[in-house]
């Protein structure tokens, strides 16, 4: 289960939806599948790393939830960064702000 997410943290970026004249060919992320997981698994206290994943009650719902957080228009990449303590924080608080809904006001 970390390493899926894991997975989407380090290389999504690869991925994200930033080509707004659909020039580039799409690219699809590994599925579940690859990564040994099943939907109908439940993913309850599974996830450490993310206080935000950490809620999230199955495999599906979590794949979703990656997905609107790291597949959209905003790539990332902080694998640069040497102190993990630093990088967990900044995916952290990515996926806290990127699952916000925006709202007009």
């Known amino acids: 289960m970390e390493q899926f997410v894991d997975s989407y943290r380090r ?8 080509d707004p004249l659909g020039l580039l060919p ?12 099943k939907y ?6 599974q996830i450490e790393s993310s206080k935000l994943l950490a809620g999230v009650k199955s495999v599906e ?3 979703n939830t990656l ?13 640069h960064i040497d102190n993990a303590e630093e990088r967990e924080w900044l995916y952290n608080h990515f996926e806290e702000l990127m699952s916000q809904e925006l ?3």
């Open 103 to 105: 709202t007009p006001d």
């Open 40 to 45: 109908d698994m439940k993913t309850a206290e």
């Open 11 to 18: 290389f999504s970026h690869h991925y994200s939806n930033i």
């Open 26 to 37: 799409k690219k699809e992320f590994p599925g579940v599948i690859d990564f040994g997981l």
């Open 61 to 63: 719902e979590l794949e």
């Open 67 to 79: 997905k609107k957080i790291y597949l959209g228009p905003v790539g990332v990449e902080f694998d």
